[in-house]
């Protein structure tokens, strides 16, 4: 008997990635021709089922649901899990959570092993690989055949399915609007490149605050860092150069770093430098000086995906009806900021 194999087998084999083997089976004009015949040629050598992700989940109730995150670094992803854990264990279903840590290729794998008989649908923020890849084969292949799918947080438009996120231009809005209103003229923003598409939307909301109170958009002021990964370094150097006396950071690991390099600066939080940053977790309120947070409301947003998850597998609503839940973030105000 062959060897059951799957993309991540044969991507390894013939030294190409696993988004050139998933396109290939699927015979996309994006892939050469050469390339094509001879990743279909192996496949069918060892039998690989190209729809392996979506066949076992077509016939059987597991009471099963998979979760997908990019990592558990962030506070934020462990309160969406609690608040699936929640409303999944209410109805009797069991959460399966497993890790992509940023990467496109993992987020793939993770995908391919739990659909592999274990789940009866998908709860996924994107990887960072994913959004930067920009390349969603293999979450079309799940809704091409009519499986659950929810993505939370980390979205794109380009899948048609439920989603649940809170207003990310809102959030940065509302922090920089804060920031500008007790007569700070320097507001920072420490993020993410574009691609992160809640970091696209909360430069947005950076930008239209300052607009709105005719502040000019510097970009020395915007330091963009390529991934979630702290780099206190450039961190550092952007606090020391730009001169910022107000920071809003896209996420709290980022805030709590602002802090502790400004008082290395010798400078003071938040005397010199008003510091907000986004998720509003652990970190946020045991710092020192605690630190003011947009929340996310994570187990709300965790209950919210997996009620949509559910309801779509027992049939309960439309199978080609899709939403989008938008849930409104909060300004918790703390130490880091002045009143």
């Known amino acids: 008997m062959k060897q ?9 084999e013939l030294n190409v990635s696993i988004s050139t083997v998933s396109k290939a089976l699927k015979n996309s004009e994006e892939i050469s021709r050469d390339t094509k015949e001879k990743i279909q040629a192996f496949a069918r050598l060892y039998n690989y089922k190209p729809n392996n992700i979506a066949i076992s989940l077509k016939n059987k109730r597991t009471k099963n649901i998979g979760v997908v995150i990019p990592d558990i670094v962030h506070h934020f992803f462990t309160t969406v899990i609690r608040g699936i854990e929640q409303y999944a264990n209410q109805k009797e279903y069991n959460v399966i959570v497993c890790l992509s840590d940023e990467s496109f290729d993992k987020e793939v794998i993770n995908m391919e092993m739990l659909a592999n008989g274990s789940i009866d649908g998908f709860i996924m923020s994107l990887s960072s690989g994913t959004q930067r890849k920009n390349d969603y084969e293999h979450l079309q292949q799940v809704v091409e055949q009519g499986i659950p799918l929810v993505l939370f947080d980390r979205v794109t438009d380009q899948i048609a399915c439920d989603k649940v996120v809170i207003d990310d231009q809102m959030g940065a809005y509302k922090a920089v609007k804060r920031l500008l209103s007790s007569g700070r003229k320097r507001v920072g923003l420490i993020t993410t490149e574009d691609y992160l598409s809640v970091s696209y939307k909360r430069n947005l909301g950076y930008e239209k605050a300052l607009a709105e109170f005719g502040v000019e958009y510097q970009d020395e002021l915007v330091l963009k860092l390529p991934s979630m990964e702290v780099d206190e370094q450039r961190i550092a150097d952007f606090l020391k150069n730009a001169r910022p006396d107000a920071v809003l950071s896209v996420n709290e690991i980022f805030g709590i770093t602002a802090m502790r390099l400004i008082r290395d600066q010798g400078r ?63 300004l918790i105000e703390r130490d880091s900021t002045i009143n």
Not at 4 to 12: N, Q
Not at 271 to 286: C, E, P, R
Not at 298 to 320: C, H, N, P, Q
Request: proline residues 4%; without cysteine.
């Open 4 to 12: 059951k194999i799957t993309l991540k087998h044969i991507a390894k």
């Open 268 to 330: 003071k939080v938040p005397n010199d430098i008003s510091v907000i940053g986004f998720t509003d977790g652990l970190l946020s309120q045991y710092a020192n000086p605690s630190l003011s947070a947009i929340r996310q409301h994570g187990e709300e947003m965790g209950r919210e995906a997996a009620k949509m998850l559910i309801e779509k597998v027992e049939g309960l609503t439309d199978s080609e009806s899709f939403v989008t839940k938008i849930l409104e973030p909060t």
